[in-house]
């Protein structure tokens, strides 16, 4: 059962492209029609692209993998905000910082700075400096937050990219191509789908088109969250099950054991009595 239909996505506005001078060719194979100068997607075909990356999307959630979500345009950052913080993803919503996944590394020291403010903040550090310094390090701290503060539980790279409008965020899918890392995007008719590995046909500006496919996405990563705590619960209970047989078993072996062996006494002993000399007279 498809996750979407098209009457949704149709009073969303998912099916309103851009203008038809502004247009993308290698958009042609989901573009239904053009009325009053702009194009109109095909959202038959929206339905099923959004099934496939909801589909990817949950495996990938399931193996226990982070998605990071980017979002910087006004309309997407506060609706990506919200939903994907509820799941518990990162996510971007204000400037791309420049070698966010190529140079991972840097951006890993400046989540730890962020930690070690923190930290100079309870150890009684602050109670030491000046109140210009003290000033200047919240500055920094906050400034730091709002760049990352999202991704401050991203200790490795994602495994994968869900974007808002590929022409606005282009750094970022250049910066994922260039790493092999998976993207899934939504791609207005402005776009080349053929940028991402899994395009989602749909209108990139109107919130409320963004917040729908947002909302599928989300469910299917949480689905993805559930089935993986469901499958480590069903392990542990299989491993707990396994070693209370196994304990079982041995006990049965040792009783056994022990039985033969008082047999095998008696059997002894009576083999004794049978042998034994008989009494001169």
């Known amino acids: 059962m498809s996750r979407t239909n098209f009457n949704e996505l ?137 760049q990352l503060g999202s991704i401050a539980d991203l200790t490795r790279l994602p495994a994968a990219l869900f974007i808002v409008d590929i022409s606005k965020e282009h750094i970022a899918v250049a910066e994922a191509k260039r790493l092999n890392i998976p993207t899934f995007a939504i791609v207005d008719t402005n776009s080349d789908p053929n940028l991402v590995d899994y395009a989602i046909p749909a209108n990139d500006d109107a919130s409320t088109s963004i917040a729908l496919i947002t909302s599928i996405v989300a469910k299917a990563i949480e689905e993805g969250l559930a089935e993986r705590k469901v499958d480590k619960e069903t392990a542990t209970e299989e491993k707990e099950g396994t070693k209370a047989s196994s304990r079982e078993e041995a006990s049965k072996l040792a009783s056994g054991a022990k039985f033969k062996t008082t047999e095998d006494e008696e059997g002894v002993a009576t083999a004794k009595t049978a042998v034994k000399k008989p009494r001169k007279k």
């Open 10 to 146: 149709l009073e969303a506005g998912s099916h309103f492209g851009h203008l038809k001078r502004k247009w993308n060719p290698a958009m042609a194979p989901y573009i239904f029609t053009e009325k009053n100068g702009i194009h109109i997607i095909d959202l038959n075909k929206t339905v099923v692209k959004i099934d496939e990356a909801a589909n990817a999307l949950k495996q990938i959630a399931k193996s226990g993998k982070k998605v990071l979500f980017v979002a910087t345009k006004k309309q997407a950052k506060d609706i990506v905000a919200e939903k994907i913080k509820a799941i518990n993803m990162p996510y971007v919503t204000e400037r791309w910082p420049g070698g966010m996944l190529t140079n991972f590394a840097t951006i890993r020291k400046a989540v730890k700075k962020m930690s070690t403010i923190d930290k100079m903040a309870t150890d009684g550090t602050f109670e030491n400096i000046s109140k210009k310094e003290k000033l200047q390090i919240s500055r920094e701290r906050a400034k730091l937050e709002t």
